[in-house]
Every structure is written in C-alpha cells, then in structure tokens.
C-alpha cells in the first residue's frame, strides 16, 4: 500500500492564481481530512470528508474548495491564490469507526504564494 | 481558540537521557490523545496513543501519562535517541463526534545531541 499521496510535492503561485492539490489513499478509508500548517503552529482542518459525496468545512476554509467523487480521492482547489495560503498542506484519512482516531498523513505540499 | 497546548515550542536533551513532552487540553470533552511525530519535509506520523479511561500507555521507549484532572499529559522518551530528533504534536479527539476531528497543538522540537 502507498497509503496517502500527495501531488504536487512544491508549488510556487502567483497571486490571483488557482490550482489543485492532489490527494489520494488507497487504503479504503472513509474519512480523510485537508489540514494546513503555518510555521510554528499546529495543524488546522480546512476541510473534512466523512465519504464520497460528503464534504464540509474545517475551521479555516475560505480560499478553498473540495469535492470527494471517489473514496480515494480529496483533492483540494485553491481559487484566487494570496500571500495568507503560502504554508504546508497536508491530506490525511482514516478509517470509519477506527476507535483510535488514527489518522494517516500524506507528506505535504509546500506551496508558495508571492 | 487553542484548545490543545504545549507550550513549549524547543527541547534539548542529550543522549541516553529522558525527554517529557508535556501537553495541556482545554476541552473536557477530549477522550482520547495521540502524539504524532513529524520529520522534515515529511507528513506526521502516528507515535503512541492513550484513552482518557487510562493514565498510562506504554510502547517500548515511549510512555504517555494522562492527569485527567489537571488536564495535562506527557510524553516520556527514554533512553532518548539522535534519530528522536523531530517535532512532536500532541492532538486530541472526542470519539463521541462522527467526525473524528483531530486537535493539535504547536508541537515542540525535540533535539537529542550525543
């Protein structure tokens, strides 16, 4: 198993541009998760979904879209790129009733903003 | 609103000797506690976990304490080893939400010297 994947690995954007970042699992997990990581701070959810066709908002999701067509895939849009969504993006997922709330990281994409 | 805490952001230890890692929570209803570690350039991983119908969960080197009162754990690595090295993100969940949301603190970095 690959487990999580992400692409691209570093991104550098310029304001006012749009992208996707790709995210996709392979280990039958229902639940995966958008979190971003600014220097020196924790991890926040930007977006979560609980299965295919299933999305809401973290505590930080404006400036971004998702979709989940497949349980595979999360991946997350990026509209009008500014400065504010240079930081660290990380999917992760879980499987659904896991009673350890282990989630499963992919190893991020850097993104630049300028 | 941070609702999981580790104040402190840097730990250095020497060889051979013991790391704690301490972490605070604010919300009563956390039930559960993970620590990720996390390498550079690299998404975190899964370390050790402990449910808060436990005080203690060990795992060879790795032991975490939970003081439900005082709504603090720790981390205990011992004997502490170069390759420790690495920021350490204590997160919380409430099992009882559907959603599975992990919480996270700022992680501290741990750095063990010969």
């Known amino acids: 198993n690959a487990g999580v994947t992400q692409t691209p690995k570093f991104r550098i954007l310029k304001i006012g541009q749009s992208m996707t970042l790709q995210c996709t699992q392979d280990?039958?997990?229902?639940?995966m998760y958008w979190y971003r990581q600014d220097p020196g701070m924790g991890l926040k959810l930007i977006y979560y979904?609980?299965?295919?066709?299933?999305?809401d908002k973290g505590e930080v999701p404006n400036g971004y879209n998702v979709s989940r067509s497949t349980t595979e895939d999360f991946p997350l849009r990026l509209e009008l790129a500014a400065p504010s969504q240079t930081s660290v993006y990380f999917c992760?997922?879980?499987?659904?009733?896991?009673?350890?709330?282990?989630?499963?990281f992919g190893p991020g994409t850097r993104l630049t903003v300028l | 609103d941070q609702q999981v805490k580790q104040n402190s952001p840097s730990l250095s230890v020497q060889e051979g000797r013991i790391s704690i890692l301490n972490c605070d929570y604010t919300?009563?209803?956390?039930?559960?506690f993970l620590w990720y570690k996390k390498y550079p350039a690299e998404g975190p991983t899964f370390l050790i976990s402990?449910?808060?119908?436990?005080d203690k969960n060990e795992d060879g080197r790795f032991t975490v304490f939970l003081n439900k009162s005082a709504k603090h754990l720790s981390l205990h690595i011992v004997p502490s080893q170069p390759g420790d090295s690495a920021v350490y993100f204590c997160?919380?969940?409430?099992?009882?939400?559907?959603?599975?949301?992990?919480?996270f603190g700022r992680g501290t970095q741990l750095t063990v010297w010969p």
């Open positions: 280990m039958n997990h229902n639940y």
């Open positions: 992760a997922s879980r499987l659904a009733g896991d009673a350890a709330n282990e989630q499963f």
């Open positions: 402990i449910s808060s119908i436990k």
């Open positions: 997160a919380a969940s409430d099992r009882g939400s559907t959603l599975g949301r992990l919480y």
């Open positions: 979904s609980v299965g295919a066709g299933i999305t």
């Open positions: 919300n009563s209803m956390f039930d559960y």
